[in-house]
């Protein structure tokens, strides 16, 4: 090997270890600035015969953290996020260490579409989940939530 292509290599492999320890180290300072940053609001969220206790994402720092670094839901738990105005507001999964379904909700309060069981992010680069039409609300709640309360698109959504 010659001494330019060993040179490159030494580069390229330092360059991928400061990658690596600058995102742990954030992911750290992360973990910390969301644990700080706990949600206060409760309300409850009912669509059919469920209701769901859900905590109130409706800041942007709130939703920037949503349910990341927790290890899980208790049943009929949630996080509603509630946004100023209707969009195709994208979820990924980040940080999260429990898969959940992922429903968004237009400003007349109907749902425009599901995500059922959307699995935590375990690589750098993380999938992007987006609805079908614009959402006014996002609510996320356990992995399999919607499929066992018979949760579907067109569904009336009150919240209280």
């Not at 999260?96 to 237009?106: E, G, L």
Request: net charge negative.
């Amino acid at each position: 090997m010659n001494q330019k292509k060993f040179l490159l290599i030494v580069i390229l492999l330092a360059t991928v270890a400061a990658s690596i320890t600058t995102y742990l180290i954030t992911n750290k300072d992360y973990a910390t600035y969301c644990n700080s940053n706990q949600i206060t609001k409760m309300t409850s969220v009912i669509i059919g015969n469920s209701s769901i206790t859900v905590e109130v994402a409706d800041t942007p720092q709130l939703q920037e953290c949503g349910l990341m670094f927790r290890d899980h839901l208790d049943s009929s738990t949630g996080m509603l996020f509630i946004f100023e105005k209707e969009d195709r507001w994208t979820f990924w999964m980040k940080n999260m260490h429990m898969p959940v379904d992922i429903i968004w909700i237009n400003a007349d309060h109907k749902i425009v579409d599901i995500r059922s069981s959307v699995p935590p992010c375990t690589s750098f680069f993380c999938e992007t989940y987006q609805p079908s039409e614009p959402a006014k609300y996002v609510l996320e709640v356990n992995a399999g939530y919607a499929d066992a309360h018979g949760i579907k698109i067109n569904d009336r959504v009150i919240v209280k």
